[in-house]
């Protein structure tokens, strides 16, 4: 099976704090995905990621970055956390593109930015 | 451009009934079309997919959906709910081609009624 962790279920951090959000996914896939989810606006894309060392940006990049140094691994960062950002944030990872490959999830970070 | 629209933000069916999850894509190119559940305090997990092939798919815990395209749709059913079957559903739609990115609709929460 495949298997995605996430490094917290929850978090409680601080504005103005960095936050790091770590991923790590076990089936040697080369495509990873931070989305957040919030109430009625489903899933949004935030970065994703076709190799190591390669990131593009998603549909709301904005005050985030992310970092892939190993194929396994894939972490968003909060450079300076705020309110706004208090949310779901959910990692996927799926095998090479090809036909319909699916995504795989990990059990999400909540994340509260006070 | 992709896109997913999902009828019904919450969808309520008493125990024993018949679900029926609303689903309708637009999309430029043949798509591959998913269907993902979300438990409480969970990440998505995948139900079902069609990619190609038979219209009429089946996924685990005894949910089906059924791609048509005349009417761009890929409703969600289950002949008989049970209270497992509360959470939320995302429809979700790829092109058919290199881009990874999947578009996910807003979802539906579904309640089962005693």
């Known amino acids: 099976d495949v298997k995605v962790t996430q490094s917290s279920r929850y978090l409680v951090k601080r504005t103005g704090e960095k936050v790091f959000l770590e991923c790590v996914q076990d089936m040697d896939h080369e495509n990873m995905f931070w989305y957040r989810q919030d109430p009625g606006l489903g899933l949004r894309l935030i970065y994703f990621?076709?190799?190591?060392?390669?990131?593009e940006k998603g549909d709301i990049p904005e005050g985030y970055s992310v970092s892939r140094e190993k194929k396994e691994r894939f972490s968003l960062i909060l450079e300076s956390a705020s309110t706004n950002q208090t949310s779901m944030y959910l990692c996927a990872s799926s095998g090479l593109a090809g036909v319909g490959d699916t995504q795989y999830f990990g059990p999400g970070t909540r994340l509260t930015v006070l | 451009a992709q896109s997913v629209t999902q009828l019904g933000s919450h969808v309520s069916v008493s125990e024993g009934a018949l679900v029926l999850l609303r689903c309708n894509y637009s999309s430029s190119v043949p798509p591959y079309l998913f269907w993902y559940v979300q438990y409480p305090n969970q990440g998505l997990q995948l139900l079902l997919k069609?990619?190609?092939?038979?219209?009429l798919v089946k996924g685990i815990n005894g949910f089906e959906a059924e791609f048509k395209k005349s009417e761009t749709s890929f409703h969600l059913t289950k002949p008989s709910a049970h209270m497992s079957d509360a959470a939320e559903y995302f429809c979700a739609v790829k092109p058919m081609n290199r881009d990874d990115k999947i578009i996910f609709g807003k979802g539906t929460r579904l309640h089962i009624l005693p």
């Open positions: 990621s076709y190799d190591v060392k390669m990131k």
């Open positions: 069609y990619t190609t092939g038979a219209t």
